[in-house]
């Protein structure tokens, strides 16, 4: 199953491989597995970043919380887009692939166009299917950030481009000044969504712009499985949320943990696998044009492909919608 992104020409796959694990929890060899299991199984968006990296997690750790440990698979720098390219170049099958990667700061046209060149270079291509602002940039004025990513894509380096953790207002920004300029625009935007996130200002916006989405997060970095508890403490080794702690931010708190309990109730009593039921929540609404899967193994995608596959009974997304619904207060007698 394929939908268009945005207004542009590309056609992307329903479902998306998210490759930030690559050389950080998983190694080559696994990534390589992963990515042929995706491409045969009908898979073909992949999605990384300039920032993904073994290297990067060991350093973001070290600078911004003091910890000096290692609990990547690689100390690689860019580990992501490398593993991606060598890839590519050993199955041949560049053209088969919609591939996403991402500049991470410094929106100005010749940062992003050095950027994109070291990308490239890193994902061994000549060019890039949709080139992302990883996050939002409140420094560089917005007519320069759309000039920059409208002139990698005119020289031919990028098809298309987008961004990522970007509000509603900063995409509406984005796509008056394109408007205003008469550059090309954003087709995209990449945010986070799933049964904790399950709003986003953003969605307005795109829905009036026929601006395609990019769903990240489906499974709330692995937090709906139910293997969490509040002690932080106590997080398994190895987890996305080990890795990189600062997902526990977003995710631990009471009303998430409640809605952990709700899901997996929910799924016991209809026989639907619960992160099963939670994907296809995702895949079910209509604004989303694909969805993106971080996995450590193909196990992993069997769950997205099996989603995909399901039918999203009416009542069930009636309960989940009634699960942010305060209850009814009794009448004073």
């Known amino acids: 199953m394929h939908a268009m992104m945005g207004r542009s020409a590309l056609s992307v796959s329903r479902l998306s491989l998210g490759c930030a694990t690559f050389g950080r929890e998983i190694p080559e060899a696994t990534a390589f597995a992963l990515m042929d299991y995706a491409r045969e199984n009908g898979i073909t968006l992949f999605d990384t970043a300039e920032a993904y990296g073994g290297g990067q997690a060991k350093a973001y750790r070290r600078d911004h919380l003091g910890i000096t440990d290692t609990r990547e698979v690689s100390d690689e720098m ?68 759309t000039a920059a990513i409208d002139a990698v894509v005119g020289a031919g380096l990028a098809r298309a481009a987008g961004c990522s953790n970007h509000s509603g207002p900063q995409l509406q920004a984005a796509l008056e000044a394109s408007r205003r300029l008469g550059l090309r625009r954003f087709e995209t935007i990449q945010l986070p969504y799933n049964l904790l996130q399950s709003t986003h200002d953003a969605f307005s ?31 398994p080794k190895g987890t996305r949320f080990d890795v990189i702690p600062g997902h526990a931010d977003i995710y631990f708190n009471e009303r998430n943990f409640s809605r952990v309990t709700l899901l997996h109730r929910l799924a016991a009593r209809v026989g639907v696998p619960p992160l099963q039921l939670a994907m296809a929540w995702v895949l079910q609404n209509p604004l989303v044009t694909t969805v993106l899967v971080g996995a450590r193994t193909p196990a992993h995608l069997d769950n997205a492909l099996a989603a995909q596959k399901m039918n999203f009974a009416p009542e069930w997304l009636a309960e989940i919608k009634s699960w942010d619904t305060p209850p009814a207060t009794a009448a004073a007698s």
Not at 96 to 110: D, G, M, S, Y
Not at 140 to 145: A, F, Q, V
Not at 213 to 230: E, I, Q, R, W
């Open 78 to 145: 860019h580990s992501s887009e490398k593993i991606v390219g060598r890839w590519l170049q050993a199955r041949g099958c560049r053209d088969q692939i919609t591939l996403v990667t991402k500049v991470t700061r410094e929106f100005t046209r010749a940062h992003v166009r050095t950027a994109i060149e070291a990308s490239l270079s890193r994902l061994q291509t000549d060019r890039i299917d949709l080139y992302l602002y990883h996050s939002y940039d409140g420094v560089t004025p917005i007519e320069e950030t």
């Open 205 to 235: 916006v795109v829905q009036r712009e026929q601006v395609g989405v990019m769903a990240y997060s489906p499974l709330a970095a692995g937090f709906l499985t139910g293997k969490y508890t509040a002690d932080r403490t106590a997080v």
